[in-house]
């Protein structure tokens, strides 16, 4: 089958600076709008790797996101946000980028070009085949992350991905692949658009659809949220209220003595408070 780089084709909007800011605004928010409904396309193959992805994590892997550029920055939000969202390790969730933590902030040249270094930033974790490895590269081509897969393939690591592209390099390498296509760019080839977009919102999928099924939601609340300021800890204090039907004053006091809403409202219920 042919591939063809729907991410890199002309905008279907020309002469953007002669456009004034009202109409540069309503027609990037007019092809925002496609995003969501691409997404609800590819909702079968989030699906499936979803699924992979909680069947390792209950056997006590770990799932890595591997990118380069803006793919692998949104990796590493989505991992970083994982242990406060949901009171889980830092080691469960990790995201890796190509050229290291200086390219989060600043673009390291030709990192993406590896054939060799993500496989050796894997490594540095000890990866073996009780994780999963997800890549991310709106173009589907970037060498870094394929051959990280290719490898991981090779030592029956099971792999996924995220990709904006249909039929790309990337997607015949993972044996889950997502393919959310989101067509051409407001500017040509800015891909940290409409693709970026899909991908951090099939990264907000895949994370909590799986810390639900590992049991780090109850209801809809984040029992297991870490509380690391005063906002959370006014939401965890009102979480125990509503679940245990006690005065502010109490909840609070549980809150303190038990450092999380489950062992809180867990330690009331079992008289152990």
């Known amino acids: 089958m042919s591939f063809t780089k729907t991410t890199e084709q002309d905008s279907n909007y020309n002469h953007l600076e002669s456009m004034s800011i009202s109409e540069l605004l309503k027609n990037i928010n007019n092809e925002d709008k496609t995003v969501p409904l691409a997404v609800n396309k590819a909702l079968p193959q989030i699906e499936n790797l979803v699924e992979q ?3 390792k994590l209950k056997q006590g892997g770990r799932l890595f996101y591997i990118g380069a550029g803006t793919s692998g920055r949104l990796g590493i939000l989505d991992a970083s946000e994982c242990p406060p969202t ?3 390790s830092h080691d469960l969730v990790i995201g890796i980028i190509a050229g290291g933590d200086t390219a989060i902030r600043k673009a390291v040249e030709f990192a993406e070009d590896s054939l060799s270094l993500g496989w050796e930033d894997l490594q540095a974790y000890n990866i073996t085949n009780k994780d999963i490895v997800v890549g991310i590269a709106a ?3 970037t060498p870094y992350v394929i051959s990280a897969l290719e490898k991981c393939n090779k030592n029956n690591i099971i792999t996924g991905c995220i990709t904006c592209n249909f039929n ?3 997607s015949q390498t993972a044996q889950y ?3 959310v296509i989101v067509g051409p760019e407001f500017v040509t080839g800015s891909s940290r658009m409409k693709a970026g977009t899909a991908q951090k919102l099939v990264l907000n999928m895949i994370t ?3 810390m639900i099924q590992l049991g780090h939601v109850k209801g809809n609340k984040m029992v297991d949220m870490q509380l690391s300021n005063n906002k959370l800890v006014n939401r965890g204090a009102k979480m125990i209220m509503a679940e245990l039907n006690i005065p ?3 909840a609070e006091e549980l809150l303190n003595k038990f450092g999380s809403v489950r062992l809180a409202v867990q330690n009331y219920n079992d008289g152990r408070t």
Do not use: C, H, R
């Open 168 to 170: 790309s390099p990337l």
């Open 177 to 179: 692949p997502i393919e």
């Open 53 to 55: 992805i909680v069947n």
């Open 86 to 88: 949901f009171g889980v």
């Open 139 to 141: 173009s589907g081509t």
């Open 208 to 210: 909590t659809a799986t």
């Open 248 to 250: 502010q004053k109490d």
